[in-house]
């Protein structure tokens, strides 16, 4: 079966301090990999997916970016944080097909103050 | 593009009675649509999904979903609500573009049961 490991669970950064959020997958290979933001009222904000390693697709314009060292590593990055960058980040492995499947994992929540 | 237009922030309904969640979405290719449900303090959780096969999708707990082409619409119904209905609800639309499978979530709709 799949899992998805995502952490730190919850995180207290200052503002301007760098940022390194880490999610791994396993028991699938080749996996569709999404981060997203949810924040009160807002929904799911879908910031970057990948298709494979290296190759980073970005919705959302802002400080924040995305890596895929491996293939099943997604990492979220940011140089210096800024206090709108506080909500709840969720890693997400989607496979289509006709057992077309989204997982999430757990979620980081991140204060910046 | 694509997107996805959840109509209705909140939604407060009497136990018993039916819930209607309303979902509009763009997209200049063939989708596949979803319904998630988020209870408080709890990850999402898969309702429904279409991947043009039937139109009329039945999902857990009683809910279905009707795709609509000719209106752009995939709106959540259920005849009858329940109290554990209350949560939010996400319809998510995806769609394959060249840097892969893109998913995109609605705003959301906030579903509140009163007896």
């Known amino acids: 079966s799949q899992t998805i490991h995502q952490w730190p669970a919850t995180l207290v950064q200052p503002v301007g301090s760098p940022l390194s959020l880490e999610c791994t997958v396993e028991g699938t290979s080749n996996p569709n990999l999404y981060w997203y933001r949810q924040a009160a009222g807002r929904g799911l904000q879908l910031l970057f997916y990948s298709v494979g390693i290296g190759q980073i697709s970005s919705e959302v314009p802002q400080n924040l970016s995305a890596s895929r060292p491996q293939d099943r590593q997604f990492i979220l990055s940011s140089k210096k944080l800024l206090l709108s960058d506080s909500g709840f980040y969720l890693c997400?492995?989607?496979?289509?097909?006709?057992?077309?499947?989204?997982?999430f994992g757990s979620g980081t929540q991140l204060s910046v103050l | 593009a694509q997107s996805v237009t959840q109509l209705d922030s909140h939604v407060s309904v009497s136990e018993g009675t039916p819930v209607l969640l309303r979902c509009n979405y763009s997209s200049s290719y063939s989708p596949s649509l979803f319904w998630y449900v988020q209870h408080p303090n709890k990850g999402l959780q898969l309702l429904l999904k279409?991947?043009?096969?039937?139109?009329l999708v039945k999902g857990i707990n009683g809910f279905e979903a009707e795709f609509k082409k000719s209106e752009t619409s995939f709106h959540l119904t259920k005849p009858s609500a329940h109290m554990s209905d209350a949560a939010e609800y996400f319809c998510v639309v995806t769609v394959f573009t060249g840097g892969g499978n893109k998913l995109t979530f609605g705003t959301g709709t906030q579903l509140k049961v009163e007896l």
């Open positions: 279409y991947t043009s096969a039937a139109t």
């Open positions: 997400a492995v989607y496979h289509g097909g006709a057992n077309e499947k989204l997982f």
